[in-house]
T-cell receptor
Framework: AQKITQTQPGMFVQEKEAVTLDCTYD???????LFWYKQPSSGEMIFLIY??????QNATEGRYSLNFQKARKSANLVISASQLGDSAMYFC????????????FGKGTMLLVSP | NAGVTQTPKFQVLKTGQSMTLQCAQD?????MSWYRQDPGMGLRLIHY???????DQGEVPNGYNVSRSTTEDFPLRLLSAAPSQTSVYFC??????????????FGSGTQLSVL
């Protein structure tokens, strides 16, 4: 079974609207971390936001927030007030347990923001 | 502050040729790793290292060798390139603090084509 599932290969949103990118995960470890990375067309990987399994509140970083639903094992990325520069591939990733920094990535969602 | 430096940025090989992808980081990170990115597959872990002299296999290690003689460098070797190894390769590093929120810092990637 896939550890990280991103079911939306592509998403379209108009500028200034909010968009939610879905991510579900599978782990039996009580300690884990969830990450979102952005990959623009230039190819670099940009860290956006992190959510820990024991965090009581949803993470937020500027226009990015993480809708963490532990019981559903989902960690959806919400981008508010989309901008043209948000057009990119977005990856959800998970680290299980502690100690090593191995991240398992989902297959990604391509987001296109239109004017 | 260079961060994670990968060379070369582009490479074309013939089947059966060997080459080494270079990765260096100047952040004194204990953890380093190599991922490959293929369309529709996300990023998959090839090999990783938690410190000098220590390496381990990831999800897709076949056809690749690594070594870690220094903290700074983590080269990836293709001993006999195959067309299936055509991909974009990313090197990534982080501290090994055991903290859940330790994010990976990525290099800019190497686009490899094997003909």
């Amino acid at each position: 079974a896939q550890k990280i599932t991103q079911t939306q290969p592509g998403m379209f949103v108009q500028e200034k609207e909010a968009v939610t990118l879905d991510c579900t995960y599978d782990t039996s470890d009580p300690s884990y971390g969830l990450f979102w990375y952005k990959q623009p067309s230039s190819g670099e990987m940009i860290f956006l936001i992190y959510q820990g399994s024991y965090d009581q509140q949803n993470a937020t970083e500027g226009r990015y927030s993480l809708n963490f639903q532990k019981a559903r094992k989902s960690a959806n990325l919400v981008i508010s007030a989309s901008q043209l520069g948000d057009s990119a591939m977005y990856f959800c990733a998970m680290r299980e347990g502690r100690g090593y920094s191995t991240l398992t990535f989902g297959k990604g969602t391509m987001l296109l923001v239109s004017p | 502050n260079a961060g994670v430096t990968q060379t070369p940025k582009f490479q074309v090989l013939k089947t059966g040729q060997s080459m080494t992808l270079q990765c260096a980081q100047d952040m004194n990170h204990e953890y380093m790793s190599w991922y490959r990115q293929d369309p529709g597959m996300g990023l998959r872990l090839i090999h990783y290292s938690v410190g000098a002299g220590i390496t381990d296999q990831g999800e897709v290690p076949n056809g690749y060798n690594v070594s870690r003689s220094t903290t700074e460098d983590f080269p990836l070797r293709l001993l006999s390139a195959a067309p299936s190894q055509t991909s974009v390769y990313f090197c990534a590093s982080s501290y090994r603090t055991g903290a859940d929120n330790e994010k990976l810092f990525f290099g800019s990637g190497t686009q490899l084509s094997v003909l």
